[in-house]
């Protein structure tokens, strides 16, 4: 990859780590039927959240600090 490609990637996997600090969670809702009789159909709607432990943040960011270096550190002349 050349140079800017790796800065563009370490600043994606910044990005990705600050999302994935404040972000905490993911939740999303589920439907599903809870009685089917004949013409009538009663849902019910359900919002679950499945958690982002710490690590997840400090792995992203200690990457894209690791993309970042290797791209300033990089020649811009080497192939």
Known sequence: ???SAWIILGVVLIAAAAGA???EGISYATEETVLDV???EVTAEDEEEVGLPIW???VLGGGG???LLVGFTR????R
């Open 65 to 67: 600090l690791a993309a």
């Open 56 to 58: 997840v943040s400090l």
């Open 21 to 23: 600090f404040f972000l």
């Open 1 to 3: 990859m050349n140079r």
């Open 75 to 78: 020649s811009s002349e080497s």
């Open 38 to 40: 004949g013409p009538v």
